[in-house]
C-alpha cells in the first residue's frame, strides 16, 4: 500500500517538473523522469533551469541551422563550432518584437 503511495506522489512530481520544463523550453519527457524519479530534488532542478527559449542563437557555418548559443557542434551536419563574433537574438526576444 505504501508502495502505490509513492508511485502517486512519483507521478505528480514528475508531472509538475515536466510541465515546468516544458514551460521553460526544455523536453517534458526528460524533466518528467527527472521529476520522478528524484520527486522534490527533480521538481527544483527543474524549477532552477535555465530557460532555453532566453538564449542566444546562432548559425551553423556548415548547413545554416540556428542552434543555441552554447551549443558545440551541429547536430544536423557535425561540425564542431567556434563562439561566434555575431549571434542572433533568442526565440523569446524575437516573439517581443514589435511587427
Not at 503511495?5 to 516544458?22: D, E, N, P, Q, S
Not at 557542434?73 to 514589435?98: H, K, N, T, W
Amino acid at each position: 500500500m505504501e508502495a502505490m503511495g509513492y508511485l502517486v506522489i512519483a507521478f505528480f512530481f514528475g508531472l509538475a517538473g515536466g510541465i515546468v520544463g516544458r514551460i521553460k523550453g526544455s523536453s517534458f519527457f526528460i524533466w518528467f523522469l527527472i521529476s520522478g524519479l528524484i520527486p522534490v530534488f527533480g521538481l527544483l532542478a527543474a524549477v532552477f533551469y535555465r530557460w532555453d527559449k532566453e538564449e542566444l542563437r546562432r548559425q551553423c557555418p556548415g548547413c545554416g541551422q540556428v542552434l543555441k548559443l552554447h551549443d558545440a557542434v551541429c547536430m544536423r551536419c557535425g561540425e564542431e563550432l567556434e563562439f561566434p563574433d555575431v549571434a542572433i537574438a533568442s526565440e523569446a526576444a524575437m516573439r517581443q518584437r514589435p511587427a
